[in-house]
């Protein structure tokens, strides 16, 4: 079998690290990268970079030829309209799958969706992760596929939940969500543990999978307010922040990103999500499936991404 990897998305949080964990278990990668993200791009021994992106088939062709599998990280997580998301997630999904069907002999067929694919309803982010799976699905034929449904994921290089972590561990907890939700949470080496398991799994069925961390049944804020303090010294104070400022502060942000042209990730479809009672993944089908299971725990992951440690004082 190649021991060629094609992954995309290779300049963002998850997929700089994970090709960081597939050079380091001996696999060569290609990187699909965009013309204007390639100086983000570290050159690593047994990393090949390929200029291009998801809407030309010939760079897609180049990236996939001789790759046993294609690990697609590629995605719009900022953004406003449904447009906006849906050419990236949707269309994207189905012209890399259009390009994978073509090779031969086919690779395997790694999507990362995401939890909030659960709840399309939420938001256009949601909906477009769900259409992607739907795609993939519908078009994979016999090509062997799997979607993988992270909850949030933290961990080095991450900028959304990162910040998060940081007003925690200077004593304010920000309280984005009810009280009695739960959520489940993802270190980043887990998730791509998950996806080195998948790679080195024989044909496994097909189909859609949720992951999450050591801590089955998710946290509420409370509880992860509490693993952060175990970390550090000092109260840490709860800043409740009410759905109804919450959805202000969205609707301020997408007049200004209309203005000013960005995407931004406070949008009144994000609020939604960030308000969702459930958001508690389950790893039974996938441990069951590649016989993948989760090391880290909160404060675990937290030990690795902030140097924090028990006591509070930095490793
Ligand atoms: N982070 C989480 O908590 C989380 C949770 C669940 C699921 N996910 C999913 O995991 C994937 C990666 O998320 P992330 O947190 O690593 O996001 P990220 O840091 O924003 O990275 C996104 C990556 O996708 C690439 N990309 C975006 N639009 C593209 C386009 N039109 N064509 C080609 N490449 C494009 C970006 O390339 P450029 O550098 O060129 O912009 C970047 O490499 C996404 O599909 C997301 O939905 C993330």
Request: glycine share 8%.
């Amino acid at each position: 079998m190649s021991r060629t990897i094609a992954v995309t998305g290779a300049t963002g949080f998850i997929g700089g690290m994970l090709i960081k964990h597939l050079l380091a278990a001996g696999w060569c990668v290609k990187a699909l990268v965009r013309p204007r993200s390639a100086s983000k791009i570290k050159h690593l021994p047994g990393l090949e970079t390929i200029i291009g992106s998801l809407q030309d088939d010939e760079s897609l062709n180049r990236l996939l030829q001789g790759a046993a599998a294609v690990v697609h990280c590629a995605g719009a997580v900022r953004g406003v309209t449904a447009t906006e998301f849906n050419a990236v997630n949707v269309e994207g999904v189905k012209q890399l799958v259009r390009a994978a069907l073509t090779q031969s002999p086919r690779p395997k067929f790694l999507l990362l969706s995401s939890l909030a694919a659960r709840a399309p309803e939420l938001s256009y982010y949601a909906s477009s992760k769900r259409q992607g799976e739907v795609a993939l699905a519908s078009m994979a034929e016999d090509m062997e596929w799997m979607a993988l449904r992270p909850p949030a994921v933290y961990g080095p290089g991450d900028k959304e939940l990162l910040p998060l972590f940081q007003w925690m561990g200077r004593g304010i907890a920000p309280v984005l969500g009810e009280a009695e939700a739960r959520v489940s949470l993802l270190y980043v080496e887990d998730l791509c543990a998950a996806v080195l398991r998948w790679l080195d799994s024989e044909r496994c069925q097909s189909g859609v999978y949720e992951l999450n961390d050591t801590q089955a049944g998710g946290y509420s804020w409370d509880e992860i307010i509490a693993n952060v303090s175990a970390m550090r010294s000092g109260h840490i104070i709860r800043l409740p922040l009410p759905a109804a400022l919450l959805r202000s502060l969205a609707a301020v942000n997408v007049t200004t990103a209309r203005l000013i042209g960005y995407a931004p990730m406070l949008t009144p479809g994000k609020v939604r999500e960030l308000r969702h009672p459930d958001w508690v993944a389950d790893n039974t089908a996938l441990t069951a499936a590649i016989g993948w299971q989760p090391s880290f725990s909160l404060q675990a992951g937290l030990r690795r991404t902030m140097g924090w440690t028990e006591s509070g004082s930095a490793a």
